[in-house]
């Protein structure tokens, strides 16, 4: 199942189960993600979807700084929670040491002495 029927399904669950909270940050995905279809005439792939997601993620996060700066927690609390929800649908990051690992064995695999000869 594509990312997009994904985030459909979920809304539908969302509605059965009268999740507003979630339901509410499902639809607002999906609106972006149809603005987007209808403003490019494309249809999405699921590198796409990614996209609309991280950006609403970091649009989030720039809300959540002005928020705390006002001083309006109540509102931060609930950019916090569609944070939640939206991250659920990313890919999961990598740790530190997963990066670390991979650089090693990308330079092993390529035979240089160290990270300044790869560039």
Do not use: C, H, W
């Not at 609930?78 to 040491?97: D, M, N, R, T, W």
């Amino acid at each position: 199942m594509d990312l997009k029927n994904k985030i459909t399904e979920d809304m539908k669950a969302a509605m059965r189960a009268r999740d507003t909270a979630r339901l509410g940050t499902v639809r607002l995905l999906l609106s972006a993600m149809k603005q987007k279809e209808v403003d490019e005439r494309v249809v999405l792939t699921d590198a796409d979807v990614l996209a609309i997601i991280d950006k609403m993620v970091k649009q989030r996060r720039d809300s959540i700084a002005q928020f705390e700066k006002a001083g309006r927690n109540d509102l931060a609390d609930g950019e916090k929670a569609e944070i939640a929800v939206l991250s659920g649908y990313l890919p999961q990051q990598l740790s530190e040491a997963e990066v670390a690992k991979e650089i090693e064995a990308a330079i092993a695999e390529t035979g240089a002495s160290g990270a300044k000869e790869m560039g």
